[in-house]
């Protein structure tokens, strides 16, 4: 099986998303699926993370999470971010994309 690499619509479409200002980064996994790192949005600040139903109403799972303070840890349903942490959200590539627009 081979694997064609088109580097210039892969970097287009991560710069776009960086310039938009909805992605610190971002990578499409593969067709479909993507991660990004973002800010938290207000609609999951100061709420355990398995109360906010972000997976079931946005489609995205918050696989990581980082402070001012501290290093990159894993997040969990008790996981609480707040304004100025950064997440790393996965999911399909739509869901993703919806989601780091929020505020």
Known sequence: MHHVI??????????????RGAAMDYLEVERGYAMAKISPPQVIGGIPLGQTGIRKSH?????????LAE?????????????G???????????????AQLR
């Open 6 to 19: 088109f580097p210039e619509k892969d970097m287009g479409r991560r710069v776009a998303h960086l310039v």
């Open 59 to 67: 489609g995205i799972t918050v696989t990581a999470y980082k402070t």
């Open 71 to 83: 290093q990159w840890r894993n997040a969990d349903n008790q996981t609480v971010v707040n304004e």
């Open 85 to 99: 942490d950064t997440i790393l959200i996965v999911g399909p590539t739509a869901q993703v994309e919806a989601f």
